[in-house]
């Protein structure tokens, strides 16, 4: 099988990368090292460093007509998406728009693309299901959504098939500060350097911790299942940040301090999704525990 995985420069595209050369799979990856690293690319993949929304980004595409499309890279960051939310849609709509033309242009018989539960915006009803309306509350959520419908639109007017995956929060080895679900990669960069966790609000604020290998997993599922559809990945399970804090106090042997601040404006206050259609249609569930997730990331960001 020949791959192309778009942002597989970065935490969640390298990590896949990786997967698809242990399978045997020839991998190529377009990056524009934004926040990719050349470092996190695997040794044999071959990183073409090019930016998504070129214009021309078909042809590169057409060159190395790849069986699969893994279309990862994104502008990831909520707050950025709302200081300059026509950044934020040039590379997340735009950038997939292009490489919706190029799928069809170079053959590409899969793209399986990388969503996000922030299309599902706030909301009293959890966990949320793929049969929930999407209602976005930040240009990022919404540049996703569109991405997204633009895909299901492509696929009606070409045929083109594919699989959407909408992750709930991702953690794990390599993951940076900021973006989606970076408040474990926050409290394990406190912990590298002997600082207190700050715990915003009552902490009683949940979230649906998802380890970065079952994202992988899911990616690797969605090459033969699933297509056509719109699916969920996710533990389906609620976590405080203080439970999150208990569990890093059982892995953290020194003390751990932790701090209090105020709850900060625009933090959604539950995060929860639904992952059954997903057993269903892609026979997938996720396999690490929290506390095996956060003792991998632990030991990769502190040994
Ligand atoms: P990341 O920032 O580590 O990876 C994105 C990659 O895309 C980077 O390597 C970056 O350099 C590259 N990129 C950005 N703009 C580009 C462009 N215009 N052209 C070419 N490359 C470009 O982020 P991640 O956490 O690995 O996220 C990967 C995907 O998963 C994204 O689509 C994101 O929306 C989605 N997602 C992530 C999470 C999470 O918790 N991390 C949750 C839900 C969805």
């Known amino acids: ?24 799979a020839e991998v190529h990856i377009i990056d524009n090292l934004s926040s990719g690293l050349r470092e996190q690319v695997h040794p044999s993949a071959r990183l073409h460093e090019e930016d ?11 060159a190395i007509r790849p069986d699969v499309l893994f279309h990862l890279a994104a502008q990831i960051d909520v707050q950025s998406s709302i200081a300059n939310p026509a950044q934020d849609s ?33 909301g009293s009803q959890y966990p949320k299901d793929e049969s929930m309306a999407t209602s976005p509350i930040s240009f ?9 419908k633009s895909i299901r639109l492509f696929h009606r007017l070409s045929g083109l098939p594919y699989t959407i995956l909408r992750y709930s929060n991702v953690y794990g080895p390599r993951q940076t500060s900021r973006g989606e679900g970076g408040v474990i990669s926050v409290f394990m960069n406190k912990l590298k350097q002997n600082l207190p966790l700050t ?35 996710s533990t389906g399970r609620r976590t405080s940040i203080n439970q999150l804090v208990d569990l ?11 701090e209090h601040s105020p709850a900060r404006a625009g933090d959604i206050r539950d995060s ?6 997903a057993e269903r249609v892609l026979e997938w569930s996720p396999r690490s525990s929290l506390i095996e997730g956060l003792k991998q990331t632990y030991r990769s960001i502190l040994t």
């Open 1 to 24: 099988m020949k791959a192309l995985v778009t942002g597989g420069a970065g935490f969640i595209g390298s990590h896949l990368a990786d997967a698809l050369r242990l399978g045997g």
């Open 52 to 62: 998504i929304t070129m214009e021309n980004i078909s042809d590169l595409i057409q």
């Open 90 to 122: 040039n590379t997340n709509v735009v950038g997939t728009l292009r490489i919706l033309q190029a799928c069809k242009q170079s053959g590409v018989r899969k793209l399986v693309f990388s969503s996000t539960s922030a299309v599902y915006g706030e």
């Open 140 to 148: 990022y959520g919404l540049s996703k959504d569109t991405a997204e």
């Open 199 to 233: 715990v915003h609000g009552t902490g009683e604020q949940t979230r649906d911790f998802i380890y970065v290998q079952d994202i992988v997993e899911a990616n690797l599922a969605a090459v033969r299942k699933g297509d056509g559809q719109t699916v969920n990945i």
């Open 248 to 258: 890093l106090k059982r892995i953290h042997e020194p003390e751990l301090g932790v």
């Open 272 to 277: 929860c999704l639904d992952n059954r259609l």
